[in-house]
């Protein structure tokens, strides 16, 4: 005497380590994941086995008949009726629980480990990641810091230096070197390098002359844009709080062969990431009537901020010339 197939998880030989359940009468839409290892299409299994589609199983020694073979017409017939879209449920480890004995339809579950859809990833908020497009502000993130642009100045694509760099938009010749183009105002920020020294204080005090030198001396190139530095003036020597860490400046006036001179300053701060090197901002303004107020250089200071941190002058905002 031969009985239905009891209702029951199938493997599903058109979907690949894909279960179907079979609900003693006909295939459903309903499939979750091959557990345990592979079966193998061939002979009848023995009770306890995982039946095959296309064999017969066995149910308490009394051969049954089998199910008919997943991914004939009649899956499609079934898709056609549910409207269910299988791949995408394969594709999000959609997890699917069968017909239990009250005859409710199978339920769905989306397993809680399952990766982001692209919508989810969407929709994920990325406070950390830096704006760098944003034209108001100029992000460094080896050292793990913002700078806020002034208003009427640019974040060049290419400098001679390989540094975080920003400048005044207009330029014009060198009043030393005629095949040279200058520019009012300039601020980089690098990270502290060949040097053994380990305060803030120490590192700008062994920095601004070299800083100087390469504004308004001997640029990186070798040329005399300004005819070279004939004196200085310390005007400004303090700590300073920046980006919620305590930093030192020195701030020089220097005197050069040919045009106005200018104002120079470094800033040296520890870092917020990483091993905490000491991070070096340097600032060369030119002096006289077209270089950048000394108010700029301060407000510059006072809104450096580490990278997401959109207060008091951080992401977003502009200051004036």
């Given at each position: 005497?031969?009985?239905?197939?009891?209702?029951?998880?199938?493997?599903?030989a058109?979907?690949?380590?894909?279960?179907?359940?079979?609900?003693?009468?006909?295939?459903?839409?309903?499939?979750?994941?091959?557990?345990?290892?592979?079966?193998?299409?061939g002979?009848?299994?023995?009770?306890g086995?995982?039946?095959?589609?296309?064999?017969?199983?066995?149910?308490?020694?009394?051969?049954q008949p089998?199910?008919?073979?997943a991914?004939?017409?009649?899956r499609a017939?079934?898709?056609?009726?549910t409207?269910?879209?299988?791949?995408?449920?394969v594709?999000?480890?959609?997890?699917v629980?069968?017909?239990?004995?009250?005859?409710?339809?199978?339920?769905?579950?989306?397993g809680?480990?399952?990766?982001?859809?692209?919508?989810?990833?969407?929709?994920?908020?990325?406070?950390?990641?830096?704006?760098?497009?944003?034209?108001?502000?100029?992000?460094?993130?080896?050292?793990?810091?913002?700078?806020?642009?002034?208003?009427?100045?640019?974040?060049?694509?290419?400098?001679?230096?390989?540094?975080?760099?920003?400048?005044?938009k207009?330029?014009y010749?060198?009043?030393g070197?005629?095949a040279?183009?200058c520019?009012?105002?300039?601020?980089?920020?690098?990270?502290?390098?060949?040097?053994?020294?380990?305060?803030?204080?120490?590192?700008?005090?062994?920095?601004?002359?070299?800083?100087?030198?390469?504004?308004?001396?001997?640029?990186?190139?070798?040329?005399?844009?300004?005819?070279?530095?004939?004196?200085?003036?310390?005007?400004?020597?303090?700590?300073?709080?920046?980006?919620?860490?305590?930093?030192?400046?020195?701030?020089?006036?220097?005197?050069?062969?040919?045009?106005?001179?200018?104002?120079?300053?470094?800033?040296?701060?520890?870092?917020?990431?990483?091993?905490?090197?000491?991070?070096?901002?340097?600032?060369?303004?030119?002096?006289?009537?077209?270089?950048?107020?000394?108010s700029?250089?301060?407000?510059?200071?006072?809104g450096?901020?580490?990278?997401?941190?959109?207060?008091?002058?951080?992401?977003?905002?502009?200051?004036?010339?």
């Amino acid at each position: 005497m031969t009985h239905a197939t009891p209702p029951g998880w199938y493997p599903d030989a058109s979907l690949p380590a894909t279960e179907r359940w079979w609900d003693g009468t006909a295939w459903t839409a309903a499939t979750r994941p091959l557990t345990g290892a592979p079966q193998q299409f061939g002979a009848p299994q023995q009770f306890g086995a995982s039946p095959q589609v296309g064999a017969s199983p066995q149910f308490g020694g009394t051969p049954q008949p089998a199910p008919p073979r997943a991914g004939s017409g009649v899956r499609a017939a079934v898709i056609a009726a549910t409207g269910v879209v299988l791949v995408a449920a394969v594709v999000v480890g959609v997890v699917v629980a069968g017909r239990d004995d009250g005859g409710r339809k199978p339920t769905i579950a989306t397993g809680s480990s399952s990766p982001p859809t692209p919508a989810d990833a969407k929709d994920t908020p990325t406070a950390s990641a830096p704006p760098t497009d944003d034209p108001a502000l100029l992000v460094d993130q080896l050292d793990g810091i913002t700078l806020p642009v002034p208003n009427g100045w640019e974040k060049p694509d290419n400098t001679v230096e390989d540094v975080t760099t920003m400048r005044t938009k207009h330029s014009y010749e060198c009043p030393g070197d005629t095949a040279s183009f200058c520019w009012h105002g300039t601020v980089t920020s690098r990270t502290a390098t060949q040097t053994d020294l380990t305060t803030a204080e120490a590192v700008a005090k062994a920095d601004i002359k070299d800083a100087a030198n390469s504004s308004y001396d001997r640029d990186i190139v070798g040329n005399l844009p300004y005819d070279g530095i004939t004196s200085h003036t310390e005007i400004k020597s303090a700590s300073v709080s920046v980006a919620g860490r305590t930093g030192y400046l020195i701030r020089w006036r220097v005197k050069t062969g040919a045009g106005p001179g200018g104002y120079v300053q470094t800033l040296a701060v520890p870092s917020s990431v990483g091993s905490e090197s000491i991070v070096v901002v340097r600032f060369a303004f030119d002096a006289g009537p077209d270089g950048p107020p000394l108010s700029t250089m301060d407000s510059i200071t006072q809104g450096i901020r580490p990278i997401g941190d959109s207060t008091n002058g951080g992401v977003g905002s502009s200051i004036g010339p």
